[in-house]
């Protein structure tokens, strides 16, 4: 039986040399160094045959490469005749990719391939990430490596490596690694079409409280209260959506049934990481027998509360109580008043908006865990502001809320700086005056509320001139991965247009 071009993509990678693939990839070069990477085992923190083989590209090339201490490599290529006086370039990208796959799926993606294949439009992977996050910007940045015709200025190429899990390449570049002066293109953004001027710095606070505890009484009765159904998201990206924190909703909601029930805490469980809206929350309480009734109506009308504050956002919410076996151990009424008070004063969700651009948030905060059990509970924020100085005073506000009430540690860790959004970057006039010659309309220009590498860059190279941009990727560190293939070729002739644009020294 014949195979189908599918088929044989899956099982021989992209399959650059069939005629009908390769007709549908453009630009060649770059899609072969991509099918290249997808042979290349390359997860954060396991890129060492990945920075093998980008040196042994530069060597090729005649192009020396220099690998750092940590596995970041940077290459160096001269301006083309003409260009010599022009601004260095630095196209950064980094090399290690998200390791997900379907449940069904065998895979090892220390060992392993990436089963790439074409589908339409669209260059897919077989039941894995494909990788093109950030693998099409490392394909792009060596296909201008090895090009002899396109024109250019002087050219650096910075490959960092682990960005998706810690940033332990872009922390390890020092202010004396590069020149002091540069416009740096990062090849890391996923909508083509988009420049990205700005994110978000940060920094995350992790609190630990010792509480005192009591036994319950044994003429009492416990529940469990859960809220669920929500839509959570990205801390950051989505953090301007107006979406509930489960762990924020649920302790308000102890706050007034404080009032008028006299219950205790036993447990609270909700969130599990520090960059997502947490989507779910759970606590056992204990209380009179005598109040259970009654409280079971509170709840219910207390949910009907929150479908009218969530209106049109949290559509699936639902705030549901249960009777459960009765714990032996809760929280002492001081210790429980404390916390909650804590919880419900620390600032969580926008705090400002950016004054120059319309529904970004400048600084915000996300209450990402909250765990409570056994006389210690713990409360994890992480932070973000476009200005390092409220990102500080978010962080000393949020940690005054607990340093008061007994025996807490806090800790301050992971801090990154903000790339402040400029509207008046050289770089982003010329990319806007380029894409609107080559595709007759307005790129989208834009910032992320979010943590990326140009953070650290911006931090200790103040003075370049930095821009983000890329082609389409669709579903990123997820096995639905794909990327547009027209979209690359759009990308790829808009980054030569550039190149050839890049202004003189000043």
């Known amino acids: 039986m014949n195979e189908t071009i599918e088929e044989k993509t899956i ?265 997502a809206i947490p989507r779910e929350a759970f606590v056992i309480i204990v209380m009179p027998v005598e109040e259970s009734e009654e409280f079971i109506n509170f709840v219910s009308e207390y949910e009907d509360g929150l479908f009218k504050d969530f209106s049109g956002i949290e559509t699936d919410l639902i705030l549901s109580v249960a009777g459960v076996e009765l714990p032996e151990f809760v929280m002492n009424s001081e210790s429980q008043d404390n916390f909650i008070s804590s919880i419900c004063s620390s600032e969580n969700g926008v705090i400002f908006f950016d004054k120059d651009i319309p529904d970004l948030p400048r600084t915000s905060s996300n209450m990402g865990i909250v765990e409570l059990s056994h006389g210690t509970a713990k409360v994890v924020f992480l932070v973000r502001s476009f200005v390092d100085a409220s990102r500080d005073d978010c962080v000393s506000n949020i940690s005054s809320k607990f340093e008061r009430i007994g025996t807490v540690k806090i800790e301050v860790t992971g801090n990154y700086p903000a790339w402040k959004p400029s509207v008046h970057s050289e770089i982003l006039d010329i990319c806007k005056t380029t894409y609107i010659e ?19 860059l911006g931090g200790v190279y103040p003075d370049w001139d930095m821009i983000s941009f890329g082609p389409t990727i669709k579903y990123p560190h997820s096995p639905d991965e794909k990327a547009e293939i027209p979209s690359v070729g759009r990308f790829w002739n808009f980054l030569i247009e550039v190149l050839k644009r890049v202004p003189l020294k000043k």
């Open 11 to 275: 099982k021989n990678g992209l399959l650059l040399k069939n005629q009908v693939a390769e007709s549908l990839l453009y630009p060649k070069p770059l899609w072969v160094i991509f099918n290249d990477l997808t042979g290349i085992p390359r997860p954060s923190r396991h890129e060492r045959l990945c920075i093998d083989y980008v040196k042994d590209f530069a060597k090729q090339l005649g192009l020396s490469a220099i690998e750092d201490s940590v596995g970041n490599v940077s290459i160096y290529k001269p301006a083309t005749a003409g260009m010599e006086n022009c601004e260095l370039v630095i196209l950064q990208c980094h090399l290690d990719m998200v390791p997900e796959k379907n449940k069904d799926k065998v895979h090892d993606f220390l060992k392993d391939s990436i089963e790439a294949y074409v589908d339409g439009d669209w260059v897919k992977a077989n039941g894995t990430t494909l990788g093109a996050d950030n693998g099409l910007g490392v394909a792009a940045a060596l296909a201008v490596l090895a090009s002899n015709s396109i024109q250019h200025g002087p050219l650096m190429c910075l490959f960092t490596i682990d960005e998706e899990t810690g940033l332990t390449g872009i922390k390890a570049i020092g202010p004396n690694d590069f020149v002091k002066k540069a416009i740096l293109l990062n090849l890391d953004s996923e909508e083509e079409g988009e420049l990205c001027i700005g994110c978000a710095g940060g920094a995350d606070i992790f609190v630990d409280y010792a509480y005192e505890q009591e036994v319950s009484r044994k003429d009492s009765v416990a529940f469990k209260i859960s809220i669920s159904g929500l839509k959570g998201g990205h801390s950051g990206v989505d953090i301007n959506l107006g979406r509930a924190n489960a762990n924020k909703v649920l302790f308000k909601f102890l706050d007034v049934a404080d009032v008028t029930f006299n219950f205790r805490i036993s447990s609270f469980k909700g969130g599990n990481m520090r960059n």
């Open 438 to 456: 080559m595709y007759n309309k307005e790129p989208r220009v834009y910032a992320v509320h979010a943590g990326l590498e140009t953070g650290y």
